[in-house]
């Protein structure tokens, strides 16, 4: 019997997550049996078990997989330098993050940010799940707080907020805009720059 390629393992081990991902974006992790997963990928019980032992390690996966390619996206866009000004910044994210996962679309619409707000749920259940957002937060964290004090480095931002608060209200902003978009139809990244861009620039009285 010839043997199977690592190459093809790690092919069908993708297939069995764009699918589940799909499903559990639609319908939430505990709405979604595995028979829903099976449907969607085309592979039989025994093919997809010989993955994951059940829907609990599939969860497991996918959380995984999605907090580490937010912190990816995250750390990237914090790497530049000079940072870009915020609204440029946090619009960039987003657009990146709406373009992870092409599967998970339906037309223009990214279903990336629903797959999210599920993510987010799950970790409330899970402790093991938990510490993994609490540690890739903190991971995106630092890489912001670096960005931040670039901006007051280079004039750009007043130095008298920590450069913490700050970091943690870009976060804020872009984990919102996220939640809008799942949950809304009328959402577009340049809606947030816009805003973003009016407040960073607001003149106020002394």
């Not at 969860?59 to 990237?76: M, P, T, W």
């Not at 093991?128 to 960005?147: C, T």
């Not at 450069?163 to 947030?192: C, K, N, S």
Request: proline share 4%; hydrophobic share 45%; charged share 25%.
């Amino acid at each position: 019997m010839a043997r199977v390629s690592q190459e093809h393992l790690d092919a069908r081990r993708r297939q069995i997550l764009d699918g589940a991902a799909l499903c559990f974006a639609h319908n939430g992790f505990h709405a979604t049996s595995m028979q829903d997963v099976l449907k969607e990928v085309g592979l039989s019980a025994g093919a997809v078990y010989r993955y994951f032992r059940g829907k609990e390690e599939l969860i497991e996966a996918i959380v995984a997989e999605v907090l580490d390619d937010i912190r990816g996206v995250f750390e990237a866009a914090a790497e530049q330098s000079p940072p870009p000004p915020p609204h440029e910044l946090v619009g960039e994210v987003l657009g990146n993050v709406l373009e992870l996962k092409p599967g998970l679309t339906d037309g223009a619409k990214s279903f990336y940010p629903r797959l999210m707000i599920q993510v987010w749920t799950e970790t409330l259940r899970n402790d093991d799940l938990s510490s993994l957002i609490r540690e890739g937060y903190a991971g995106v964290r630092a890489a912001w707080v670096r960005v931040v004090e670039g901006y007051q480095k280079a004039g750009m931002m007043s130095s008298d907020v920590p450069a913490d608060h700050v970091a943690r209200t870009m976060i804020a902003l872009a984990q919102g805009f996220a939640a809008q978009y799942a949950l809304f139809d009328d959402v577009a990244v340049e809606m947030l720059q816009n805003g973003l861009r009016a407040l960073v620039s607001m003149d106020l009285p002394s």
